[in-house]
């Protein structure tokens, strides 16, 4: 099992940047395809960015493509989401979320560990 930690949401304005990182123990990360998810007061949860175990794979939900980049360092058992040109929709609760069978997926469903999520706020 992978207890995963998010750190680094807060509250910035439009168009400015934040990087959330997602601490991992318990197992060695390498393990796993990792996701970030989102979800606004009101709304489903919705996926953001996916990349494969080795990183040599990345996947973007539309809306933030060419903005959000992921990536991550295995050997400091951590994923980053660096998020530019935030915009007020982008505001929610980031979820970093594990994949033991390293499918690279968009569906919340893949994912078998979660952590317990922060906040990112973007005034207008």
């Known amino acids: 099992q992978v207890q995963l930690v998010e750190s680094g949401g807060g509250l910035v304005q439009a168009g400015g940047s934040l990087r959330l990182s997602c601490a991992a123990s318990g197992r060695t990360l390498s393990r796993y395809a990792m996701g970030w998810f989102r979800q ?3 709304k489903e949860r919705e996926f953001v960015a996916a990349i494969s175990s080795s990183g040599g794979s990345t996947y973007y939900a539309d809306s933030v493509k060419g903005r959000f980049t992921i990536s991550r360092d295995n050997a400091k058992i951590t994923v980053y989401l660096q998020m530019n ?19 690279v997926s968009s569906w919340y469903g893949s ?3 979660w952590g317990q999520g922060t906040q990112v706020t973007v005034s207008s």
């Open 40 to 42: 606004a007061p009101g």
């Open 85 to 103: 040109s935030l915009k007020p929709e982008d505001t929610a609760v980031y979820y970093c979320a594990a994949d033991e069978a390293r499918r």
């Open 111 to 113: 994912y078998d560990y």
